[in-house]
């Protein structure tokens, strides 16, 4: 039995990881699939950080405060994302020492905003008096916010995630973002922690801290109850485009070869283009960087190459663009891109978008003077130039001629057919990444003109089978509950869906396909194509009206309530 001293330690690891459990999680040595898909672990997330809160109680300083946040914060974060150094390894190359010296880096970069939380808090309860209920979850909010920012951010398995398929707390993300979701989860945790503290003791439980979040709770279910019949409904009623979204369904290694093979590729995404097409697609959507050659980045035109004319379906088409320019000096400088291109039925360029967020390692080295040892996760896209504006695409739906569509998609009912409509059909493309950064998101909503779908072509492969392409999945759920818009979702392999307004995935989503030769070695999956009608939606929601007002406030208020504490611990150090 463990001695009394280790227990806080004990207690902060059991606390990552079972908060883990919450997330999304596919493990490869007991399934190559999501293990929970309907998200019934969810609730854990509302019980997990109990022992870790308990622990940075008894803590005797800030300092042991944050040791033991940070022990619960390496826990949970490596329990997350363990994949990225298999990401690293079988995809990009890297000796496996390196692969985890660079996980165990990124883990420690997340979990110093968990140390940073708890000591804070406990900073405040020791300065001030205040319960932790009062203050963590603001303070939660807060560096959550923070590890958006910092270093170019990396927001992913932020707590608010852990409730993505608990539909009816999830719609809280169109009030404050997934920052309001998570101070609501941390809330609980504290609150409960203060009963069993008070239980420990022999005391009155705290009935009014847990009364309030238990109304707190329900009022938040109450409205995401009433937000998702308000907005199937809103769905039904809405004119809507068909799309075919076209999954290759192809590993890694071929994509780091794309160049080679060119011909392939295009075999896996021609064919079932040209069937959505004839089956009526409005718009048929591929995944990241697919086309597979390099083009200059102001092409206007890709007929007469090596794809089809296309009778009535626009083609939104991702891929990478490539120039030589001279710099002042004489030097070759290279500028590529990750753009999509959004295609008329003809193939002429009607627009690009080149995506903003890059990925660390993956697109370019951050301070690669220093970390050039640890290369690129992804060679052939590295390294890249980001975009700086957030272009919304349009186009005109091609008028129809009788030719057969897909059905609705809208869950709850026999939702009104695709309706052809005279205006343009609005895009806002968040490639990858992009779509992890809510306030990308919201730049999008504030854009004139006003998106009424998004679009997030990614490349789930070099996740492999892992958490990596449902715990992904999650992230673009709440984009979708934030904005109030469908989200059309092409990945290269992975999880291609629609995703609609609510949250829900729409029937007919792609799982993983071939995405790790070494577990799935089945070279004869096929390329697969989703034919689904997805809704036309225009205006905002609280939250892409506001944006991130709920985290700022939470800032101000922690720092005011830190600044508070330290002055109330200098006084009392003077007094004594």
């Not at 708890?118 to 405040?124: E, H, L, M, V, Y």
């Not at 270093?151 to 809280?172: E, K, N, S």
């Not at 005109?396 to 709850?412: E, L």
Request: hydrophobic share 50%; charged share 15%.
């Amino acid at each position: 039995m463990p001695s009394k001293r280790f227990l806080p330690w004990a207690a902060a690891i059991a606390s990552g990881a079972v908060m883990a459990l919450a997330l999304p999680l596919a493990l490869p040595l007991g399934s190559l699939r999501e293990l929970d898909p309907a998200g019934h672990l969810e609730v854990l997330a509302w019980v997990a950080l109990v022992p870790a809160i308990l622990a940075v109680r008894a803590a005797p300083s800030w300092r042991s405060a944050a040791l033991r946040g940070l022990v619960a914060g390496i826990a949970f974060f490596y329990a997350s994302i363990w994949w990225v150094s298999h990401a690293m390894t079988a995809f990009g190359g890297l000796p496996g020492w390196i692969a985890f010296v660079a996980l165990t880096l990124l883990v420690l970069y997340m979990a110093v905003h968990w140390a940073a939380a708890f000591a804070i808090s406990w900073k405040i309860r020791d300065g001030l008096g205040w319960p932790m209920p009062l203050h963590l979850p603001v303070v939660w909010a807060a560096l959550e916010l923070c590890r958006n920012y910092l270093l170019t951010g990396f927001p992913w398995a932020d707590l608010g995630y852990t409730q993505a398929r608990t539909l009816a707390i999830a719609q809280l993300a169109s009030l404050g973002g997934v920052y309001a979701i998570a101070a609501l989860v941390v809330l609980v945790n504290a609150a409960l922690a203060e009963a069993v503290v008070a239980r420990r003791d022999r005391r009155p439980l705290p009935v009014r801290t847990l009364a309030v979040s238990a109304a707190l709770v329900a009022l938040a279910a109450a409205y995401g109850t009433a937000r998702l019949r308000m907005e199937r409904a809103r769905m039904a009623a809405a004119p809507s485009i068909t799309v075919g979204i076209v999954q290759p369904n192809l590993d890694q290694s071929v994509k780091n070869r794309m160049r080679d093979e060119a011909e392939y590729i295009l075999s896996r995404l021609v064919p079932l283009t040209l069937e959505a097409d004839r089956a009526g697609a409005d718009l048929v959507a591929w995944p990241e960087a697919t086309y597979p050659l390099y083009v200059p980045p102001r092409i206007r035109s890709f007929a007469g190459g090596n794809l089809p004319t296309l009778s009535r379906a626009h083609l939104l088409m991702g891929a990478v663009t490539f120039e030589r320019t001279r710099g002042d000096g004489g030097q070759v400088l290279r500028s590529i891109g990750n753009v999509d291109f959004l295609l008329s039925p003809s193939l002429d360029v009607l627009g690009m978008y080149q995506k903003q967020h890059l990925v660390p390692f993956g697109e370019y080295v951050p301070l690669h003077e220093y970390l050039r040892f640890l290369g690129q996760v992804v060679p052939s896209l590295a390294p890249a130039a980001p975009g700086r504006d957030f272009t919304v695409l349009e186009f005109t739906p091609t008028p129809r001629d009788g030719t057969a569509t897909a059905a609705a998609v809208t869950p709850t009912s026999t939702a009104a057919a695709t309706s052809p409509s005279a205006d343009p059909v609005r895009l806002a493309p968040m490639i990858c990444f992009d779509a992890i950064f809510p306030e990308i998101n919201v730049a999008f909503a504030r854009h004139a003109p006003e998106p009424e779908i998004l679009v997030n072509p990614t490349n789930d492969a070099w996740y492999g089978y892992s958490s990596g392409p449902y715990q992904f999945l999650a992230i673009v759920r709440l984009r979708a509950i934030e904005a109030g818009k469908a989200v059309i979702r092409p990945a290269f392999a992975g999880v291609s869906a629609v995703i609609l307004p609510t949250g829900e995935v729409a029937p007919g989503a792609l799982d993983v396909g071939p995405v790790d030769p070494e577990l799935a070695k089945d070279p004869g999956e096929p390329a697969r194509l989703l034919l689904a009608s997805v809704p036309r939606l225009r205006g905002t929601t609280p939250y892409t009206r506001f944006g991130d007002l709920f985290a700022w406030t939470c800032a101000a208020l922690g720092a005011v309530g830190l600044a508070a504490a330290v002055r109330a611990g200098r006084r009392r150090g003077a007094g004594s």
